[in-house]
């Protein structure tokens, strides 16, 4: 059964960071596109960070440019989300998700990737100001 779990959200001051973690089941990484998606209270989904399989192309949403980092560990199936100088604004549920083959590997890296196959449950991220 495949399963992604993600973890690492919390409660952090304004300027503070945290790190999410992206673990699969079932599956390994090395032929999936892993993206990050996250949604506020009241608002639409937002997709915020991809990476790719092979050479690892990334994408980021313009919100988050610059503050927030994305990687992959195939040895431990995990994708990381390493978020520094938090914003109110960036206080949501944020979820992973993935998606295998070349395709979406071309949609990953593009930014739209909501309708990837796979997600994760949510993990809920809360920045004060």
């Known amino acids: 059964e495949v399963q992604l779990q993600a973890s690492g959200g919390g409660l952090v001051q304004a300027g503070g960071s945290l790190r999410l973690s992206c673990t699969a089941s079932?599956?390994?990484?090395?032929?999936?596109?892993i993206g990050w998606i996250r949604q506020a209270p009241g608002k639409g989904r937002e997709e915020i960070s991809c990476?790719?399989?092979?050479?690892?192309?990334?994408y980021y949403a313009n919100s988050v440019k610059g503050r927030f980092f994305i990687r992959k560990d195939n040895r431990k199936n995990t994708v990381y989300l390493q978020m520094n100088s938090l914003k109110p604004e960036d206080t949501a549920t944020y979820y992973c998700?993935?998606?295998?083959?070349?395709?979406?590997?071309?949609?990953?890296?593009?930014?739209?990737?909501?309708?990837?196959?796979?997600w994760g449950k949510g993990t809920q991220v809360t920045v004060s100001s």
């Open positions: 990476i790719g399989t092979k050479d690892g192309g990334t």
């Open positions: 079932g599956f390994t990484y090395d032929d999936y596109a």
């Open positions: 998700v993935a998606d295998e083959g070349s395709m979406w590997e071309r949609i990953c890296v593009s930014g739209d990737f909501v309708d990837m196959g796979y």
